[in-house]
Nanobody, 119 residues
Framework: QVQLVESGGGLVQAGGSLRLSCAVS????????MGWYRQAPGKERELVAV???????NYADSVKGRFTISRDNAKNTVYLQMSSLKPEDTAVYYC?????????????WGQGTQVTVSS
């Protein structure tokens, strides 16, 4: 069983920064991609950023230029650096690890960490 543990969430004023971390219980190189998702109250979970095993990244339009996803394979940790935070970034942020085989996709999730941005 894979465990993902997020940390780094909290309360920050608009314009501030936070760095989220996701520690994984096994080698993150074994996954096809690592990502961060978020879910605000009353809304569906949405993709924020993803980084593949090859290092390619992709971001939601709403966070481009403000958020940066990175990975440290030696530490089995994925990070999300968030800058210029806005109140609409308020959500529970979830770390995701996934791998795709010939027959299905496997997803593993952390428990989430709350990010609250005050105006």
């Amino acid at each position: 069983q894979v465990q993902l543990v997020e940390s780094g969430g909290g309360l920050v004023q608009a314009g501030g920064s936070l760095r989220l971390s996701c520690a994984v219980s096994r080698s993150i190189s074994s996954f096809g991609a690592m990502g961060w998702y978020r879910q605000a109250p009353g809304k569906e979970r949405e993709l924020v950023a993803v980084i593949t095993s090859g290092g390619s990244t992709n971001y939601a339009d709403s966070v481009k230029g403000r958020f940066t996803i990175s990975r440290d394979n030696a530490k089995n940790t994925v990070y999300l650096q968030m800058s210029s935070l806005k109140p609409e970034d308020t959500a529970v942020y979830y770390c995701n690890a996934n791998t795709i085989t010939a027959v299905r996709r496997y997803d593993f999730w952390g428990q989430g960490t709350q990010v609250t941005v005050s105006s």
